[in-house]
């Protein structure tokens, strides 16, 4: 199986900073990689798929890039809305999600 | 509108067993492969099980093999996880998740329903 390890775990931040979560794949993946954000309570929401593509919908401060093994999620001027936990997944082949990152308000 | 629905979880003795099901509606539910996806409350999430559009491919974690069977129903637009020897460690929560595509994998999870529990407890 692929591993998915993610960094960092957790980070604190102001809104309007930007951040930067980074994603390593134990073997190539292409670009089938995707970032979901989960807030406490709720079901996991799609925001990026094949590395880089936005979701329908998804505020255009978001942004992904990469490509093989390392992968990034940006987040430019942080909203307060976008304090949650991120996560990336591949889907090359049996899907595998890394650990997650949480972002909190400093 | 487009959307998934779990049902069927509930607290059950180790050993036991559970069949979650997973209602779509809003898509041509026939045309996209579905996963299931857990979550252990205030830990991050696992893969558990897929399939294809047709249910002729399917794939399951390590720590589920042998023990789960995902299935589907196309004419009844649904989805299915029988779980079998239940372990204290399958306690969860259990998203039905659909694709973008119609295999499990090479395609984006796109769609996710709000979640079953499952409590395996003595």
């Known amino acids: 199986d692929i591993q998915m390890t993610q960094s960092p775990s957790s980070l604190s931040a102001s809104v309007g900073d930007r951040v930067t979560i980074t994603c390593r794949a134990s073997q190539g993946i292409s670009n089938y990689l995707a970032w979901f954000q989960q807030k406490p309570g709720k079901a996991p929401k799609s925001l990026i798929y094949?590395?880089?593509s936005l979701q329908s919908g998804v505020p255009s401060r978001f942004s992904g890039s990469g490509s093989g093994t390392d992968f990034t999620l940006t987040i430019n001027s942080l909203q307060p809305e976008d304090f949650a936990t991120y996560y990336c997944?591949?889907?090359?082949?049996?899907?595998?999600f890394g650990g997650g990152t949480k972002v909190d308000i400093k | 509108e487009v959307q998934v629905m779990e049902s069927g979880g509930g607290v059950v003795r180790p050993g036991g067993s559970l069949r979650l099901s997973c209602a779509a509606s809003g898509f041509t539910f026939g045309d996209y492969g579905m996963n299931w996806v857990r979550q252990v409350p205030g830990k991050g999430l696992e893969w558990v099980s897929g399939l294809n559009w047709n249910g002729g491919s399917t794939g399951y974690a390590d720590s589920v093999k042998g023990r789960f069977t995902i299935s589907r129903d196309n004419a009844k637009n649904s989805l299915y996880l029988q779980m079998n020897s239940l372990r204290a460690e399958d306690t969860a929560l259990y998203f039905c998740?659909?694709?973008?595509?119609?295999?499990?994998?090479?395609?984006?999870?796109?769609?996710w329903g709000q979640g079953t529990t499952v409590t395996v407890s003595s």
């Open positions: 094949g590395a880089s």
């Open positions: 998740v659909r694709v973008s595509g119609s295999y499990f994998y090479y395609y984006a999870m796109d769609v």
């Open positions: 997944q591949q889907y090359n082949s049996n899907p595998t």
